[in-house]
C-alpha cells in the first residue's frame, strides 16, 4: 500500500518541469515532499489558506458548485493544487521550456 | 314579603280594611310620609306596631281582642286624636297621623297581622273603601286565593274598565311647587326722545376727566397692610444631591499590534508519516488527484499558453549607439611616466565605489636573475600601486607604497578604503587610505585645477603642489617568519558572512566586516589569515620586540598596528602531492564566496556610508573583535578550487583534520585534481551568474567547470594559436569572456555563439596582456581595463552589444550547461557501455575461436544432409521450370509461379 503511494508520487514527480511534490492534509501540515522542510512547511501553510478561500468562494457562489483543481501561474512556475476533503496534492511545475 | 304577583294583579279580591282618624297637624312633621304598601299594590295598607299599652288603650290586645277568627278591630277616630294629646310623638299611630287626620270616616280598621305580611304587627287600613272590602270579606282569603286560580283557568270575561273619580294622591302639591310663578308685579318702563335727535351725525370731542365730575372711576393704588410685612425668615428646603456629570471624548485607541510574529509549524512525525501513507484514503486521493494532475502538467509540457510571442519576438529596446558595433572602443589609457623603470602592470583593482578610480599595481619587469643582480637598485626604488583616475590620465591620484612588488592585491569589500596585497617576498601588506578618502573621491571636481595655468608644458606641470601624488605608507605587513615563503600570487578578502577558525570551522561573522583573508603563494601553502588581533599569541620575547620595533612615521594610521610585523596566519594548508617532496603550486584560487564581490556595488556604498557618518570605523576596532561564542555555520561548502603552476586543476578543502598519528592539524587530501592546461593556470573564476561554474584559463587552452561534476569540464577548447595569458567573465552576459593573449589580442568568447573559437578577437597593444578586468558603472556604461607587459592601462568601452544580454540568455546559458553535464554522463555511461562491448566482443571472439573445434559428426551429417535435400528441390523445380517433368495435377497454378 504505500508503494502505490510513493509509486504515483514519483511518476508525477518524474514529468518534465516538475520542481517539487508534495501532500498535505486537510489542516495543511505536510504528509509527503520531495522539497526540503521550511520550503514545504511554508507552501503548504499558505496555499492550504488559499485553496480554503478559493473553495469557500466557489461555493458561496453557487452552493452545488464545488473547486476541484487550483492552478496560480506566475512567471517563473506553475503551482497546481488538487483539493479534497482530506488532503491536498500540491505540484509545482516549471513550465517554460 | 308575600309575593306581589297574583294577589296584585286579581282583579278583585283587593282586602281592604281602612281606619280612618283625623290627624293633627304638625308643621315640621308634615313632610314624613306615611309607609304604605304601595309597593305592593295595596296603597291604603299602613302597617303599623302597637305596642302592648296602646293596645290596651284601644282594646286590641293581641290574642284577646284580635284573635284569629277576628284580626281586625274597629277604632275611632276621635280616640285616636285623643291619644294623639296624650302621647303626641310616643304614641303609636303616630306615623299614620295624617292619614288619619285626613280619614273622612269615624271609625278605623286596624287589623292584627299575624304573619307579619306587612312587616309589623298590625296595619291601618286608610281608606273607606278598604274598609269596606276587608269588612265585607274577611272570611275567605284562602278561597278567593283558589278562586283567583281557578278564574285565571276559565275564560278571560272582558269588562270595560269603569272610570273612576280621580283620587288626589298628593301629586298637585309638587306640581304646584314645581311650577313656575310670577313672584313680583312686572314693572313697565316707557322711554321716550325726540326723533330728530335719532342719526344725528356725533361729534366726539376730547374732556379731561378730572374735570368733570365723576367721569371716570379709577382703582388707586394703595398700600395694602397685607404687604406691608417683610418676610425676615423663609422656610425653604434643601437637599444635598451628588453632582453627576456626563461628559464624553474620544480618545486614539491605541491598540497593541503584533509588531512581528515568531513560530514554528507543525509538522508530523515520522511514524505519523509512515500511517498516512498506509491509509486508504490517501491512496485513493492520490489516484483521483492525479489523473487531474497530470493532465494540467501535461498541458504545461505540450505548451506554454501565456507566451506572449509578440513581446518574445522584440529584443531589448533603448539602444545606445549602433547595434552593430562590437568593438571595443579605446577610452583611456594610462601609463606612469615618472617611473623610469620599465614596469609591468600585474594587477588591477577598480575602486569598488568611485567611479572612474582604478588601482594597477606595478612590478619591476625582469627575470628572477636579474632581480637578484640589480637588488641593490631595486631596494631603492619603491614599489607602488597607483591610483588613476579617468579625470587625469598622467598624474596618479594615490601612490601606495609597499616594501616590494605587489603581485596581487585587492580592496577589501566592506571598506574601499582598506587595500591587501600580497608581495613577491611572501609578505601580505595592509593599507588604510581612510585619511586620504576625501582627496580620491573628489577627483570628479578636477575642473578647478585644468583651469589653471595649462599652457605650461607637461614636465613643469610636475611639482605642482596641487597634485602632489602622496606616496602612502603601508600599514602592516605579516610576520616574515611564519607566512610566505614564495610570491604571493592570489588575495582573496573572505565574505563578510562567515569566519572561519584554526580547525577550519565555518562561523557566523557577527563583525559585518570582512576580516579575513587567503592567500596562496608559490611555495605550495594556502594560508588563512585574520586582521584581528588574536590573542592566543605567546607574547614574543621582550627583546626581539626591541628589535622590531621601528620607529612609526606619524602619517600612518594604526589600524592594523597589531598586526605589523606579527602577523600569523590562521591556517596553513599544504598542497602536497602526496608523498613526494614536489608539491602542487597554487597560482589561483577561486572559493564560492567570490562570486558576490562582483555585484556588491550598491551593498559597498551603503556600508559604507554607514561607516562615515557612523562613529567608529570598525576596521579602527579590530583589537577586540574577537568574539568567542561564535554560532557555527552548518552546511557550508569548504571547498574551492585552485589552479596550479603545472596546469592542473584542484578542487580541494579547507577544513583541517586532526592526523590521528602526529596529533596535528592536517589539511584534508584534495577531492579532484584535473590536468587540462598545459601551462600555468592564471584565471581561476566563478561565473558572476552562476555559482558553481568556474572558468580556468592556462596554457593554450581554457576550460568550464561546474562544481560538484567530477568526470570533467563542461567545456574545454582546443589549443589556440597563442598563449592565453590574461581572462575574465562578462559582468553582465552570461555566456561571454574576454581572454587576453600573449600577442596583445583580446579574445571574445560567446559560447552562445561559437564554442570551438573566440566570437571576436581584437587587437589592444603589442605586448603579452597581464590582466583584465571589466567593470560596470551603469546600465549603459562599461569598461574593461586591460593591462599589459610594458605596463601600461587600457581602458576600453564595451559596446551596447557586448554588454547587454540578449533576453532568455540567462536560461539558455543554463541550458547549454545541463545539456554538456549530460554530455559528460552521456560520456561516461558510453564509456561503459564501450567497455562492456569491449568485453562482450572479445568473449564472442574467444568463443568463435572453440565453437569450430566443438562440431560434432552427427550435426555434420545432418548439415550434409540438409543441403542435398535443398539441391533436389531445387533440381526438381528447375526441370519443372524448364517443363521436361510432367508437373502434377494438384498442382495449383499459383504453386508453379
Known sequence: MQAEVEETLKRIQSHKGVMGTMVVNAEGIPIRTTLDNSTTVQYAGLLHQLTMKAKSTVRDIDPQNDLTFLRIRSKKHEIMVAPDKEYLLIVIQNPCE | MAPKSQKQKSAGGHKNTKRSKTKQILPDREEVEPVTMESMGHPEIYPLVLTTQTQEIFNCRIDEDVTDEKPYKLIKKEDILADFKNRAAVSDFYPVKKVIQEYPGDDLLVVYDKDFRYGLNFYLIGTEEGKENYLNRPEVPEEQEEYKEHTSEDLYIYKPPISKPWVSLGSEKEIDEESVKESAKQITYMISRKRSEFGAPVKFRDQNASSVKDAYIECTAYPDKNFIVKQLEKDVGMQVVPKVKD????????????????????????????????????IDFLNNASISVEIALQQNEIMNTFIDDWK????????????????????????????????MVTSISWHPTIYGLIAVSVAIRLSLEDRVHFSGKLLLQPSLILFWSFSDPIHPQLMLESPDDIFCFKFCPSDPNIIAGGCINGQIVLWDITAHADRIENIKTGGSR????????????????????????HCAVSSIENGHKKVITDIHWLSDTFEINRMGSV??????????????????????????SQKALTPPPIEKKKEESIEIPFDVPSTFLHLDLSWKPLIKIRLSKGETSLDHC?????LSEDHLLYKAQDKILAQSKVVKAGEMNPYHDL?????????????FCTKFFVGTEEGGVIYTDWKMERDPETGRLMAKKPVNLYAVHDGAVHTVQRSPFYKDIILTIGGWNLAIWKEGITTGPLLQSCCAPKRYTAGHWSLTRPGVFYIGREDGYIDIWDLLEKTHEPAQSQNICITMITYIKPWTFTAKQQFIAIADYYGTLHILEIPWTLSHPSTNEASSMSYYFEREVKHLEYVEQRKKIREQEKKEMELELEKKKTKTYQKSKEQMEAELKADYDNYLELEKNTLINLGLIKMPETMSFMDLM
Open chain 2, 623 to 635: 583589537e577586540g573583535a574577537l568574539a568567542n561564542n561564535l554560532k557555527p555555520i552548518e552546511d
Open chain 2, 247 to 282: 461628559t464624553s471624548t474620544q480618545t486614539r485607541w491605541t491598540y497593541p499590534k503584533n509588531a512581528s510574529t515568531q513560530y514554528y509549524p507543525r509538522e508530523f512525525s515520522e511514524e505519523e508519516k509512515e500511517i498516512f501513507g498506509q491509509s486508504k484514503p490517501l
Open chain 2, 507 to 532: 562561523f557566523e561573522n557577527r563583525s559585518g566586516i570582512c576580516c579575513q583573508l587567503v592567500t596562496c603563494s608559490a611555495d605550495c601553502t594556502i594560508c588563512f589569515w585574520d586582521i584581528r
Open chain 2, 586 to 590: 597554487p597560482t589561483k584560487i577561486s
Open chain 2, 450 to 473: 585644468s583651469k589653471k595655468a595649462t599652457l605650461k608644458p607637461m614636465f613643469l606641470l610636475e611639482p605642482d603642489s596641487n597634485k602632489e601624488a602622496t606616496y602612502i605608507r
Open chain 2, 312 to 343: 518574445c519576438l522584440a529584443e531589448e529596446e533603448g539602444t545606445f549607439g549602433d547595434k552593430t558595433d562590437t568593438h571595443l572602443k579605446e577610452y583611456q589609457s594610462f601609463t606612469d611616466l615618472h617611473n623610469l623603470t620599465e614596469n
